[in-house]
């Protein structure tokens, strides 16, 4: 189903929780609402599922307005973070329930329920309750669920966020691989920035009830509009006045210029590492490393400014107040007006 939103708005008595929010979503798409916890994502959803009336703005579904319909004739199904499965059913009874009150017939209802339990690899386990299943389990029956009357458009508020993360991945990729198989369109809410960027196909990062860009997560990462998004995505730091770093003094970047630079942006090494480019270099300290696993994050400060970059296993292992050269390629600069991206010349 294609979804189309035009100016949305929706205050709680005089907080303006939604502020003109627009955005279409074409027919199997995955989109994730992506921003800080109570930027107005929940407050999204719910309107469009019909669990809160917009102030003003449409909200069109396959081409007409659904504003006045209840949410039982939207045709919509909503996965909540907190499973709110019905703890007395078991999973074939919680996944038949929007069926029977629906009033499907029981030969239909056994054959649904059959193949979603197939679909989400709930075989076995349809005699369980609640209580008797993983976190991951209650969180597929919910899914099952929430699919089971054939809905045109599937929302997903946090839908992982109260599993624990080994789990969670697994979900994540399991939830990909249901909706491409599936072709619903889906909306989906979360505060994680590496859960929006691994499952959607476009982010909508939401902020203080603005929509502050929407777009497919590598274009959101290379071209953040705005300061707010360029800092929420990715690991980065910002500089309050980038003209002073050598390489960036251009007369682009005027006196308190801030600039956004991403672990990526920057290289640290002794030296005998920089060869020809030692001169774009700037002499930096290191403050603080912290080992991620795959590769070391290290922090470094120059002219008191503090970056974030990361190091590669097979290089020498640095340590706190170890003198190095810090060669910072790009920056994302912006001032009050404008933001664009600065190569080091
Ligand atoms: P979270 O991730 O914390 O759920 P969110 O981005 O989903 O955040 P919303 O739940 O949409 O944000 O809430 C946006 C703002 O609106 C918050 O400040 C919240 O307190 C407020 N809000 C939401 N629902 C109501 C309500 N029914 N009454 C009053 N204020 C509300």
């Known amino acids: 189903m294609h979804v189309e939103v035009r100016g949305l708005n929706k205050a709680f008595g005089s907080f303006q929780a939604v502020k003109d929010v627009g955005f279409s979503v ?8 992506l921003g800080p916890s109570g930027g107005g994502k929940t407050s999204i959803l719910r309107m469009l599922a019909g669990l809160e009336t917009p102030d003003s703005g449409d909200i069109v579904f396959h081409g007409q307005r659904v504003n006045d319909l209840p949410p039982q ?7 909540f973070q907190n499973y709110a499965l019905f703890k007395h059913m078991t999973v074939s009874e919680n996944i ?3 069926l029977e009150v629906k009033k499907w017939n029981k030969a239909k209802i056994k054959e649904r329920v059959a193949s979603l339990t197939e679909l989400t690899g709930l075989k076995g386990f349809e005699s369980r ?3 008797q299943l993983s976190g991951g389990q209650r969180q597929r029956v919910a899914f099952a669920r929430a699919l089971a009357p054939e809905p045109q458009l599937l929302l997903l508020d ?11 991945h697994e979900l994540r990729s399991w939830l990909r691989e249901m909706i491409d198989r599936l072709g ?8 994680d920035q590496d859960e929006a960027i691994e499952v959607a196909d476009e982010i909508m990062i939401i902020n203080k009830g603005n929509l502050e860009q929407k777009g497919s997560p590598w274009e959101i990462y290379k071209d953040p509009k705005t300061p707010f998004v360029a800092g929420f995505i990715g690991e ?26 991403r672990p990526e942006y ?25 080992f991620r696993g795959s590769e070391w994050l290290v922090e470094v400060e120059v002219n008191g400014i503090k970056l974030v970059t990361y190091r590669s296993l097979e290089k020498e292992v640095l340590h706190p107040g170890d003198e190095v050269q810090v060669l910072v390629h790009r920056a994302y600069l912006f001032n009050d007006i404008q933001s664009w991206v600065m190569e080091n010349k």
């Open 236 to 261: 980065s730091r910002i500089v309050d006045n980038i003209a002073e770093l050598r390489g960036f003094s251009d007369p682009a970047a005027t006196s308190g210029t801030k600039g956004l630079i």
């Open 26 to 33: 074409a027919k199997g798409q995955l989109i994730g609402l």
């Open 129 to 131: 309750y609640p209580h």
């Open 73 to 79: 004739e939207r045709g919509i199904g909503f996965v």
């Open 96 to 98: 038949a329930f929007g």
């Open 266 to 290: 920057i290289e640290i090494g002794r030296k005998e590492e920089f060869a020809q480019l030692l001169s774009a270099t700037e002499a930096g300290r290191v403050s603080h490393i912290h």
């Open 158 to 168: 946090e839908p992982f966020a109260a599993i624990d993360a080994k789990i969670r």
């Open 184 to 191: 619903i369109t889906s909306i989906f809410v979360t505060h």
